[in-house]
């Protein structure tokens, strides 16, 4: 995990969120909820080195290689 990414994200989020807020004040509690859940989903993903890992293959592969051996009988 980079730190500065999550630390830079956390920043830029709370500056979103001043800046919107009068906007976002206005509009019902759906748009609200979408809107901080949005921030919250970016903000989480930023924990993740997401250029360097593994795609969808790699994942199965390490899932399913304790199984190999069955397979191959």
Not at 30 to 40: C, H, N
Not at 45 to 67: N, Q, R, V
């Amino acid at each position: 995990m980079r730190w500065e990414a999550f630390g830079g994200t956390a920043v830029i989020i709370v500056v979103i969120i001043l800046f919107q807020w009068p906007k976002v004040k206005q509009n019902p509690a759906k748009d609200k909820i979408a809107f901080f859940m949005l921030l919250v989903i970016g903000w989480g993903l930023s924990m993740f080195d997401l250029p360097h890992m593994g795609g969808p293959l790699t994942w199965i592969e390490a899932l399913l290689k304790p199984f190999a051996r069955f397979m191959e009988t």
